[in-house]
């Protein structure tokens, strides 16, 4: 038996597994400049990696990145949860969602349901977010969730700023 | 504890089970021998190895198969992974084997391939299987040949450069 992925549903939204379905979105952002702080920009088999070493991290880890959907069309939107890669300083909430879909608080609505479940459903209560200094968008959706710098670390030769939640009470 | 729902299939010297978790160092460590791991897809850092790590057992949930652990039968030991890989990129899924460190020349490899590829045809019905081997890689080019597999074309794969792709028989050829 392995680690079954929590499915968390939002007013608008459904966070739910890596489904290889998802590719040709996460490409199309992946290709772009937006994705230069969360690993980009990268091609295709490198896009396809991500999904498959994001499912691996589940069963590694117990918790992982969930793919976030339109709850009514199922159109993949981006990303969001709990990573920890063995390089990291301890797990962090990671939220990222594509430009078109931006200025509806759809990262907020996300970013805040994958907070809820990871208290709910791992335990993980205080968690961090990783932002590198010059990505102000993240900055100010970290603000909104209640988030504040802690210190500046490196992280794979990539400066940037630990943020540092507030306790989050599991659901 | 398991970290996907891949069979246990057996052989006479071994069993090829799904990847667990005392497999990651053993893994990690071939990943970072720049001299065993090249042919395949070496790293130079741990970070890297072990994001391949995560990949390996992730490919098992996203498409429903992957490699296999190799597990020696006599002792337990991890002895390398086979079974059937499919990165976006790659022309066609293949059947690949990595034997590690102490295990070679006991023809474990072909043991396991052998045993990987008949699973592919029998349990999941793929009708052909390619292998994609680097120029100069003669050992795995042996066994590639050993299986019966034959040189079918040059190609540029996206992470290895100029690669050499290798089919195998299919089921009905092996059958006949």
Known sequence: MSVTIPTVETDRLILREQRLSDLDAFVAFFAGDRAQFVGGPCDRVDVWRMFCSGAGHWQLRGYGIWHVADRETGAPMGFTGVLNHIDWPEPELAYTIFDRYEGKGIAFEAASAARRAAATHFGLTRLISLIAPENTRSQALARRLGAAPERDTEIRGHACTIWRHPEEVPA | MSLTNAPRLDTDRLILRGPSPHDAEPMIAFLM??????????????????????????????????????????????????????????????????????????????????????????????????SN????????????????????????NPHMGEDLLYRHPGPKELAA
């Not at chain 2, 890689?137 to 040189?151: H, K, M, Q």
């Open chain 2, 33 to 130: 021998d720049q001299d065993r791991a090249g042919g395949f897809g070496a790293y130079d850092n741990r970070g890297d190895a072990w994001r391949w790590w995560a990949l390996n057992i992730g490919h098992w949930h996203v498409h429903g198969y992957g490699y296999f652990t190799i597990e020696d039968r006599a002792t337990g030991a991890p002895a390398g992974i086979s079974g059937i890989w499919n990165p976006e990129g790659w022309p066609e899924p293949e059947l690949g084997w990595v034997v590690f460190e102490g295990f070679e020349g006991k023809g474990i490899a072909y043991e396991a391939s052998h045993r990987a590829r008949q699973w592919a045809y029998e349990d999941l019905g793929f009708t052909t299987l390619t």
């Open chain 2, 133 to 156: 081997i680097v120029p100069g890689n003669a050992r795995s080019i042996a066994l590639a040949e050993r299986l019966g597999a034959r040189y079918e074309r040059t190609y540029v």
